[in-house]
C-alpha cells in the first residue's frame, strides 16, 4: 500500500490565485481530513469526512473547500490565495469505526503564498 | 478531553531504550492515550494507542498506569532515526463530532549516536 498519498510537494502562490491540494489513500478508510500546520506551531483541522459525499468543517475552513466523490480522494481547493495560506497541508485518513483517532497522515504540501 | 503534560526534551542513547513519560491525571473512562511522532519535516506518524492495558506493537510499547493518569512510550532500541517530537493525546475512543487531533507541545527525544 503506498498509504496516503499528496500532490505537489510544493508550491508557490500569488495572492489571489487558487489551486487544488490532491489527496488519495489506499487504506479504503472511510475517514479523512485536512490539517495545516503553521511553522513551529502545531495541527489545526480544516475540512474533514467521514465518507463518500459528506464532509464537514473543522476548526479553520475559511478560504478552502472540499469535496469527496469518492472513498479514495480528497481535494482540498483554495480559492483566492492569501498570505496567511502559507503554510504546510496535510492530509490524513483513519479506519474510522472505533479507530478514528488512529490517523495515517501524506507527506505534506508546502505552500507558500506571495 | 484530558489535558496531557510531557516533558519538553529528552536524549536517548542508541540502541538504548527510550522511555517517553506523558501525564494525564484527569483522564476519563472513555477516553484513551495515543502517541504519534513527527521527525522534522514530515507528516506524524501514528505509534500506539491504549485504553487501560498495556500494548505493544513492532513500533513501540504503551505501559498505562493502573490509575490511568500517567502513561510511558518505550522504544526499546532507539535508533538515530527516532529522533523526532512525540505526542501524547487522549481522545475518547467514539468522538462525535470532534475528529480533531490536538498536538500539544510534545517531547522532542534526540537520540545520540
Known amino acids: 500500500n503506498a498509504g496516503v498519498t499528496q500532490t505537489p510537494k510544493f508550491r508557490i502562490l500569488k495572492i489571489g490565485q487558487s489551486m487544488t491540494l490532491q489527496c488519495t489513500q489506499d487504506?479504503?478508510?472511510?475517514?479523512m481530513y485536512w490539517y495545516r500546520q503553521d511553522p513551529g506551531m502545531g495541527l489545526k483541522l480544516i475540512y474533514y469526512s467521514v465518507g463518500a459525499g459528506i464532509t464537514d468543517k473543522g476548526e479553520v475552513p475559511n478560504g478552502y473547500n472540499v469535496s469527496r466523490s469518492t472513498t479514495e480522494d480528497f481535494p482540498l481547493r483554495l480559492e483566492l490565495a492569501a498570505p496567511s495560506q502559507t503554510s504546510v497541508y496535510f492530509c490524513?485518513?483513519?479506519?474510522?469505526?472505533?479507530?478514528?483517532?488512529?490517523?495515517?497522515f501524506g507527506p505534506g504540501t508546502r505552500l507558500t503564498v506571495t | 478531553d484530558a489535558k496531557t503534560t510531557q516533558p519538553p526534551s529528552m536524549d536517548c542513547a542508541e540502541g538504548r531504550a527510550a522511555n517517553l513519560p506523558c501525564n494525564h491525571s484527569?483522564?476519563?473512562?472513555?477516553?484513551?492515550v495515543y502517541w504519534y511522532r513527527q521527525i522534522h519535516s514530515q507528516g506524524p506518524q501514528y505509534i500506539i494507542h491504549?485504553?487501560?492495558n498495556n500494548e505493544t506493537n513492532e513500533m513501540a510499547s504503551l505501559i498505562i498506569t493502573e490509575d490511568r493518569k500517567s502513561s510511558t512510550l518505550i522504544l526499546p532500541h532507539a535508533t538515530l532515526r527516532d529522533t523526532a517530537v512525540y505526542y501524547c493525546i487522549v481522545r475518547a475512543g467514539f468522538s462525535g463530532s470532534a475528529r480533531q487531533l490536538t498536538f500539544g507541545s510534545g517531547t522532542q527525544l534526540t537520540v545520540l549516536p
Open positions: 484527569t483522564i476519563s473512562g472513555n477516553e484513551y
Open positions: 490524513a485518513s483513519s479506519p474510522g469505526q472505533g479507530k478514528i483517532h488512529e490517523q495515517y
Open positions: 487504506m479504503n478508510h472511510n475517514y
Open positions: 491504549g485504553l487501560k
